[in-house]
């Protein structure tokens, strides 16, 4: 759990300290005062200038650094509470606000604009971290997103789909679901995946029809989504496999 945290911090500071006081102002609005709170429609999420200054820090990171921060970004993420219970003696809390706003709901307008323009970042390590944001903001971020999967670029469609997987959000499932006859076949695979997220049975079809795809990737992305369905059907397109 204390993991995410130190790597964060290290992420960040490999930047030097201007680029880590950049992130930890942000904007006033942008920190919470308190410790972590479960309830993610309860966390101040980060407001553009924070975001500019993780991608910032991110992208002058190790990759393996930024990779982690992105896998591990918004799980298991806990503070000491204001007693400190566990923590080192001389810790310090101020990257606590800091971290938990990017794992928060991004309520700002012009903090979803630079997320949604990260989506066709060339790191894809910052197209990973930008889908998970916008997937934890859910219902603000949808319309955007949806539009993006209309986007020349098979990396920006790729990525919104991670996103609408992680949000789960009912009225994208018809477009998660077209999405899995997208011509690019890493655009598919993620659209496979994002169908297995909803586990709505309403994609138990279309899972079984993908088993016998010609790719790979999309016929292991489609057995994992037949399981989150736990529909007995799904046996026989999963034993040939």
């Known amino acids: 759990m204390r993991a995410s945290t130190v790597v964060l911090a290290a992420a960040l500071t490999i930047t030097g300290a201007a680029g880590a006081v950049g992130l930890a102002r942000g904007s006033g609005d942008a920190v919470i005062a308190g410790s972590f709170s479960h309830d993610d429609e309860r966390r101040a999420g980060p407001d553009s200038a924070r975001v500019e200054a993780f991608f910032r820090s991110l992208h002058a990171a190790d990759p393996m650094l930024c990779e982690m921060v992105a896998d591990q970004l918004g799980n298991f993420w806990s503070s000491m509470g204001d007693d400190m219970i566990g923590s080192l003696a001389d810790g310090a809390r ?7 706003s990017l794992a928060g709901r991004v309520t700002d307008a012009a903090a979803r604009r630079r997320l949604l323009t990260a989506l066709g970042d060339d790191d894809v390590c910052i197209r990973r971290t930008a889908a998970k944001m916008l997937g934890h903001t859910g219902e603000l971020a949808e319309p955007a997103l949806k539009e993006a999967l209309r986007s020349s670029l098979p990396r920006v469609r790729e990525a919104a789909l991670l996103a609408l997987g992680h949000a789960e959000l009912p009225g994208s499932f018809d477009a998660v679901m077209d999405a899995t006859r997208d011509p690019s076949p890493e655009v598919t695979a993620m659209a496979t995946w994002a169908l297995g997220e909803y586990e709505d ?4 079809g279309r899972l079984n029809d993908l088993t016998r795809s010609g790719l790979a990737r999309v016929r292991r992305a489609a057995a994992w989504g037949l399981g989150q369905l736990e529909d007995p059907r799904g046996v026989a397109a999963l034993a040939p496999l």
Request: glycine letters at 10%.
């Open 201 to 204: 049975a309403r994609g138990f």
């Open 94 to 100: 101020r990257w606590e606000p800091v971290r938990d």
